[in-house]
């Protein structure tokens, strides 16, 4: 029997129950803590690792495509979701600290990445 699939989902409890944690204590602080939403991505990517791994670990030709479409399609999603933070930033509809930006942009990447693997894996 193979435990590698619920230990993904069980990283992935711990990711979201410490993104609880920091916005638990950040908002007790006062101030909203950057580090949540890349603690919410690792969380995903951990659920979607568990969904994944049974079809990954067979590295067949299905599994090479779906990763490639993944990155395929996540890089113009993220070109698109750049191009909507630029265009608020610049409008001045939203204002972003340069870490609070790279934050929510490296879990974007994270997410859109694994979540397009899914979308994919239970598509094809």
Known sequence: MDYTSNAFKVIGVFFLLLAGFLIFVGTMGGEWPSM?????????????????????KQKDERMKW???????????????????????????????????????LLSLNIVTVFLTMVILAKRY
Request: aromatic fraction near 16%; proline fraction near 2%; charged fraction near 5%.
């Open 36 to 56: 949540m939403w890349t603690m919410v991505s690792l969380g995903i990517l951990s659920f979607s690792m568990s969904y994944l791994y049974p079809q990954f």
């Open 66 to 104: 779906i990763r490639h479409k993944a990155v395929f399609y996540s890089f113009f999603i993220m070109m698109g979701i750049m191009a909507v933070f630029h265009l608020m930033i610049v409008l001045q509809v939203v204002t972003l600290s340069a870490v609070d930006l790279l934050s929510i």
